[in-house]
C-alpha cells in the first residue's frame, strides 16, 4: 500500500509558475512509475507526465515543453514543475503510482492515487 499527498496548487495568473510536490509513504517509492494526471470539470482525467524508476519521462502534448517532472527517491517525492501556465491548465491535479512495468500511459495503469489539488490559472 503507498499513501500520495499532493501539495502546491494554487491560484496563478497565465504565464506564471508552480510547482506541485506529491509525498509517498508506505512502500519503497523508488519501486513505482510516478505520474501525473489531471481533471478539468465536466471532462476525462487527462494523462500529463510520468517519471520512471530509472529518471525516464513522457509527457502529454499539451504540457510537453512547459512541464518538467522530477522525483527525489531520498525525499519519496514526485515534483511537476509548471511553467507557462495558461487558463486551460485549471483542472484538479493528481498523483498516480504504478507498480507494474508496462507504459505508465494510461489512468488504468496507476495502482494507486492521491486526493489531487487544485490549480487554478487566470487569465
Known amino acids: 500500500q503507498v499513501q500520495l499527498v499532493e501539495s502546491g496548487g494554487g491560484l496563478v495568473q497565465a504565464g506564471g509558475s508552480l510547482r506541485l510536490s506529491c509525498a509517498a509513504s508506505?512502500?519503497?517509492?523508488?519501486?513505482?512509475?510516478m505520474g501525473w494526471f489531471r481533471q478539468a470539470p465536466g471532462k476525462e482525467r487527462e494523462f500529463v507526465a510520468r517519471?520512471?524508476?530509472?529518471?525516464?519521462?513522457y509527457y502529454g502534448d499539451s504540457v510537453k515543453d512547459r512541464f518538467t517532472i522530477s522525483r527525489d527517491n531520498a525525499k519519496n517525492t514526485v515534483y511537476l514543475q509548471m511553467n507557462s501556465l495558461k487558463p486551460e491548465d485549471t483542472a484538479v491535479y493528481y498523483c498516480?503510482?504504478?507498480?507494474?512495468?508496462?507504459?505508465?500511459?494510461?489512468?488504468?495503469?496507476?495502482?494507486?492515487w492521491g486526493q489531487g489539488t487544485q490549480v487554478t490559472v487566470s487569465s
Open positions: 498516480a503510482a504504478d507498480q507494474g512495468w508496462g507504459s505508465a500511459l494510461r489512468r488504468e495503469d496507476y495502482d494507486y
Open positions: 508506505g512502500r519503497t517509492f523508488s519501486n513505482y512509475v
Open positions: 517519471i520512471i524508476r530509472s529518471g525516464g519521462t
